[in-house]
Nanobody, 121 residues
Framework: QVQLVESGGGLVQTGGSLRLSCAAS????????MDWHRQAPGKQRELVAA???????NYQDSVKGRFTISRDNAKNTVYLQMNSLKPEDTAVYYC???????????????WGQGTLVTVSS
């Protein structure tokens, strides 16, 4: 069994900052991609940022220059530093990872439970 646990969400004013964390635990041999997605009320879930095991990153255009994704492979943890937050960033943020386990061998996509970020105007 593997799981992802997010933390760091909350209420912040426009222009403020938050740092989200997502820690993977369980039967982990390796983790390939680790991503952050978000889902605003009444909207579909969307990819916000992604990072490979080698550290290559990709961002949604609306967050470029404001958000930074990073990961600590030794801790099986991914972070999302969010600066200059806007009301339109309000959403539930979900961590996603592709995790390889051994004994038994298994490759699975895992989602966290989500953490709410609210940006007040």
């Amino acid at each position: 069994q593997v799981q992802l646990v997010e933390s760091g969400g909350g209420l912040v004013q426009t222009g403020g900052s938050l740092r989200l964390s997502c820690a993977a635990s369980g039967n982990i041999f390796s983790i390939t991609s680790m991503d952050w997605h978000r889902q605003a009320p009444g909207k579909q879930r969307e990819l916000v940022a992604a990072i490979t095991s080698g550290g290559s990153t990709n961002y949604q255009d609306s967050v470029k220059g404001r958000f930074t994704i990073s990961r600590d492979n030794a801790k099986n943890t991914v972070y999302l530093q969010m600066n200059s937050l806007k009301p339109e960033d309000t959403a539930v943020y979900y961590c996603n990872a592709v995790i390889v386990s051994r004994q038994p061998y298994r490759v699975q996509e895992v989602w966290g439970q989500g953490t709410l970020v609210t940006v007040s105007s």
